[in-house]
């Protein structure tokens, strides 16, 4: 069993910045891989942002290429977002997951356990 929590969302300005955590517990967190996906009001679940269980290699979205960086703390058991020049688009519910073993880091299907999600409003 995995338990994720992720903070840090809120209401931020547009241009803003915000820092997301998730802190994990229940597997050896070093071991997996990392996720960030968004839902928006009435639209799918959709990938953001990954990262390697080393740190090493990272993924991201078209969408929030240059704006966003996941890095994670091994030590700390949590992954972060940290998510500059927000835009309205961006707002959301922000989920993050552990990736299965093997597989695309883009596709939600190789994500197995997932946090409740932390809620960014971006105001225009």
């Known amino acids: 069993q995995v338990e994720l929590v992720e903070s840090g969302g809120g209401l931020v300005q547009a241009g803003g910045s915000l820092r997301l955590s998730c802190a994990a517990s229940?597997?050896?967190?070093?071991?997996?891989?990392m996720g960030w996906f968004r839902q928006g009001p009435g639209k799918e679940r959709e990938f953001v942002a990954a990262?390697?269980?080393?740190?090493?290699?990272?993924y991201y979205a078209s969408s929030v290429k240059g704006r966003f960086t996941i890095s994670r703390d091994n030590a700390k058991n949590t992954v972060y977002l940290q998510m500059n020049s927000l835009k309205p688009e961006d707002a959301a519910v922000y989920y993050c997951a552990t990736r299965r073993a093997s597989g695309s880091y883009f596709l939600i299907r190789n994500y197995d356990y997932w946090g409740q999600g932390t809620q960014v409003t971006v105001s225009s």
């Open positions: 990262i390697s269980w080393s740190g090493d290699n990272t």
């Open positions: 229940g597997r050896t967190f070093s071991n997996y891989a």
